[in-house]
């Protein structure tokens, strides 16, 4: 997940440096063509988007991208599943976390060969966290009201399973909506509406409306947390340059000492490691007191009674079912992923050194996002799913853009689903070390949120009111209508629990707060930081799909001469051919953009 602030000031930066690129010796030189903004030289890259590394290399490159991705995706089933009142025991809490791993597979095998074609992970997006929890508890009984003691096993099958049947009909109908935004070309039309104003009280609130669920969780033993945490800043941030030696193989050296950075490739998953592994240590000396959720054995036998190999597949829990209030209830998410999406995916062009993403693939890269949300509704994996930035910075670390590196890591994902004790074995983290972690990861979001004040004018009162005015009522209303959610009567129990459920979304209510303000109050471009939040879309012609050859690697994995022999397919969004809606009609003086760049701000995870 990433902000597109970060993607448009990198552009800037990389358009006043598109002359300074040389050729360099040893590395694959760029097929002759256009020079212009949208080309970007190979630089120091081992591997380009096209090019395909040894097989050894894909699965080891591939197995790296594997654990990266893994340490995200799996906390959002384990949040979710807390407020679907399954027994810390059950086994299928294993399951729900092995489909989100198999769905993500397969959803980056979409994303890599037909979709947006740059190396870029899929995994579960934390978007859909508050919203999911939103209708859970606006639509269903507490679990604390629910005497699971007396209940059977099917009784206490049947309470959790009727919850995630709500929450599959929600994301699937409401994917529907991003499928249709991006096959049609809508998302492009709504970038032009999105500005900075908009962006920063989205991000900011997914970050800031999740921090107690993290707390709650870490307040389960504030020992093992707040180790937890500080392994995670000294790792993260104080020891992310240290290199570490490693033994390494290549054909021309042999065996040999390599030194990998490793603190800068795996540092959530190295602390979590570490702080379970205490765990586990704590509880066989028993210094951890019986029925302690920093233990390793408070699963009890969840691991053991899982099977080895297990196959997702759609309506695993049941059919889905729908109703409006949980699925307008997701719209906010839906929006807030598109946008991330979207500036993931310049980022990643830039790290990979091509072409920038033309109008067609990012209107195919959001589609089949979409297509993919719509396969984690029906498979029952609890979330959505988007693209990971922490993946994309990864690319920029290891210099390799091979698209095939990252769906051999696909590959990788798919089997780890069909592992059934692979999802267990996640589901048996100790609570504090999940929360802390979550805690860390939430600060980060926010973080992200706000650095997209930096384009803005922070001098303007107009600026002032409407940042502080939707932060502040994003956070206010959601917790008023929490203490009240019987407050809005419209008359229509339907509409009551629609408008319930978005006012309890605080993503949505500073979204679209800032949204609805910094589009109507009168402020000039700049002072809204607009020039450069829209240079990506105003100081480049469209690119056609002919006009550079490094553009080649959006086009379709099949088909191409065909659709070259016709006319209609410059009219069809998601097809290479097209050029777009609408002319550009101002450049944008590249002197009047921000030249500095924030980092990344999972490059150091």
Same mark, same amino acid.
């Given at each position: ?139 269903f009984p507490s679990c ?44 492009g039309f709504i970038m ?29 033993? %504030? ?61 066989? !000396? ?84 979409? !297509? ?27 210099? !390799? ?78 917790? %008023? ?86 006319? %209609? ?16 009609k101002k450049k944008i ?17």
């Open positions: 997940m990433a902000t597109a602030c970060e993607t448009h000031q990198e552009e800037v930066l990389e358009q006043g440096k598109e002359n300074e690129f040389k050729e360099q010796p040893g590395t694959t030189k760029e097929p002759e063509g256009n020079t212009g903004p949208h080309t970007h030289t190979s630089g120091d890259l081992l591997y380009g988007v096209e090019d395909i590394p040894p097989w050894y290399q894909c699965l080891l490159f591939g197995f790296q991208h594997f654990l990266i991705f893994v340490g995200g995706t799996i906390s959002t089933p384990l949040i979710v599943i807390k407020f679907m009142c399954m027994e810390q025991t059950d086994h299928q809490r294993g399951d729900i976390i092995s489909s989100i791993i198999f769905v993500s597979g397969i959803v980056t095998l979409l994303q890599c060969i037909c979709g947006i074609r740059l190396p870029i992970i899929q995994g579960a997006n934390f978007a859909y966290i508050m919203p999911t929890i939103t209708i859970l508890i606006t639509t604390e009201s629910l005497d699971l003691d007396n209940l059977s096993e099917s009784q206490k099958q049947e309470e959790w399973q009727i919850r995630m049947r709500e929450v599959q009909g929600a994301i699937t109908v409401s994917s529907v909506f991003q499928v249709i935004i991006g096959f049609t070309g809508i998302s032009t509406w999105i500005s900075p104003l908009t962006i920063v009280p989205t991000i900011t609130m997914l970050g800031l409306s999740l921090f107690e669920l993290g707390t709650k969780q870490a307040a389960s033993h %504030w020992g093992i947390s707040a180790l937890n945490l500080l392994l995670l800043v000294l790792v993260s941030q104080y020891m992310k340059n240290i290199k570490t030696p490693l033994p390494g193989y290549s054909s021309n050296r042999g065996f040999h000492i390599a030194w990998i950075p490793l603190f800068t490739y795996f540092p959530v998953l190295l602390v979590m490691c570490i702080s379970w592994g205490l765990c586990g240590v704590l509880t066989a !000396v028993d210094v951890l007191p019986a029925g302690s959720l920093a233990r390793t054995d408070s699963s009890g036998d969840l691991l053991k009674n899982s099977p080895w190999f297990r196959l997702p597949y759609p309506g695993q829990w049941g059919t889905p079912t729908v109703s409006m209030s949980a699925v307008i209830g997701l719209a906010a998410s839906v929006i807030a992923s598109i946008i991330e999406s979207i500036g993931d995916y310049y980022s990643c062009a830039k790290l990979c050194q091509t072409a920038t993403p033309p109008v067609h693939a990012v209107n195919r890269g959001v589609g089949f996002e979409g !297509v993919g949300c719509v396969l984690a509704g029906i498979f029952g994996t609890t979330s959505g799913t988007a693209s990971y930035t922490s993946n994309i910075a990864l690319i920029g670390v290891t210099k !390799v853009a091979s698209r095939r590196v990252v769906v051999v890591s696909a590959m990788i994902m798919i089997f780890a689903g069909l592992v059934s004790k692979t999802g267990a074995v996640f589901a048996t983290i100790p609570v504090p070390v999940l929360g802390s972690t979550l805690m860390f990861m939430f600060s980060l979001i926010t973080g992200v949120g706000l650095s997209c004040i930096k384009i803005i004018d922070l001098n303007s009162s107009r600026n002032h009111f409407v940042l502080g005015f939707s932060i502040f009522m994003g956070l206010s209303l959601p917790s %008023w209508l929490a203490k009240n959610p019987d407050a809005i009567k419209t008359g229509s129990p339907a509409v009551d629990q629609c408008l319930t459920t978005l006012l309890q979304t605080s993503m949505f209510v500073g979204g679209m707060l800032g949204f609805i303000l910094d589009n109507s109050i009168p402020g000039t471009d700049e002072e809204r930081g607009l020039l450069q939040w829209n240079y990506h879309l105003d100081a480049k012609e469209p690119l056609k799909h002919s006009s550079d050859p490094s553009a080649r690697c959006y086009d379709l994995p099949g088909g191409m001469k065909f659709l070259e022999r016709w006319d %209609w397919p410059r009219y069809v969004p998601f097809l290479p051919m097209f050029e777009g809606f609408r002319e550009r003086n590249p002197e009047n953009m921000v030249a500095t760049l924030p980092e990344p701000f999972l490059d150091s995870m």
